[in-house]
């Protein structure tokens, strides 16, 4: 959405003016074709835009052939050290191939590159700070953001002396601080388009925070055109909460923002189970609106007329709901959820 150039992952455009996408990564093992075709669906089904799939053996790139067959979204092999998964990726229908050409030798970098222009496929260069040459991190001592921008601009370098132009770049640590520096230096000296992540940022509820921190921090300093957010964690728990940070800031077409407060001993309604009924249903809902839920009339009223959808506690277990910025009913609490659902069908 931020750079200049544009990148091709199968039909998905990245960078330029083309929308911010999510995407995650497999992790059943790429030779079960089947539970790696049941990752992708359930990934495509929770809004992830494209997907990583790694290739670390012959068996792995057979079988990468027949998943992306299954899949509907474009697919990235992930590939390392060995530049003939590279080859056969490509000749396996890969969309795109993510390598950090530091750990392949120059002749593999020279192959992959050379089939990734015949078959119009993109690169990713992954840079991470625990995988920096060992002469650069000599030079810096340890993998510090003016050693990994270092890395970066070498690797690109190494691309673009091939006359090869069509990839993406990260540039990640799992210490969000290096980070956001080291993209934010990046950003200032190339336009090739940026894949955003903390690396091994932790368990669902750490690697949350870690990753709206430093991912939504660079995605507000206009940095960034693909994100992908690393849990450990269930594949689609990286898609939704990368979803969130987007919708977080807006960066987001078609899905639902809901605001609700964090209930006193003023609330009427429950509206903590409410908001989370919601989000679940609303999670799938292509449709671009605000939905407030509040407990009470303090600012429940205000907050209503400023949503298509405002819910708050008018009396103890009823609910006034407004539609569009206009009161619009009461309901008893246990009805709220349908009302607001039939509202959104109508929106
Ligand atoms: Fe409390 Fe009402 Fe504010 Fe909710 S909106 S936190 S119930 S005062």
Known sequence: MFSKREVLVGSLKVGGTAPLSVQTMTNSRTEDVKSTIEQIRRATAAGCDLIRVSCPSPESTVALKEIIKHSNIPIIADIHFNYKRGLEAIDAGAQCIRINPGNIPAIGVNEIVRAAKYHGVSVRIGINS???????????????????????????????????????VSVKSSDVRVTVASYRKLAAKIDYPLHLGITEAGTLFSGTIKSAIGIGSLLLDGIGDTIRVSLSSDICEEVRVGRQILKSLSLI?????????????????????????????????????????????????????????????????????????????????????????TLIDEF
């Open 130 to 168: 625990g995988s920096v040459e060992k002469a650069i991190l000599a030079k810096y001592s340890e993998p510090s953001v003016d050693a990994i921008v270092e890395s970066a601009l070498l690797n690109c370098k190494k691309l673009e002396d091939l006359d090869f132009f069509n990839f993406k």
């Open 253 to 341: 077409g078609n899905s639902i923002n809901i605001v609700s407060c964090p209930t006193c001993s003023r609330t009427l309604v429950n509206v903590i189970d409410l908001s989370e009924k919601l989000e679940i249903y609303c999670a799938s809902v292509k449709k671009h609106m605000k939905i407030s839920i509040l407990g009470c009339v303090v600012n429940g009223v205000g907050e209503a007329q400023h949503s298509d959808i405002g819910i708050y506690g008018f009396r103890r277990g009823i609910a006034k709901i407004y539609f569009k910025g206009i009161e619009h009913c009461e309901a008893k609490a246990p009805e709220v959820f349908d009302v607001v659902k």
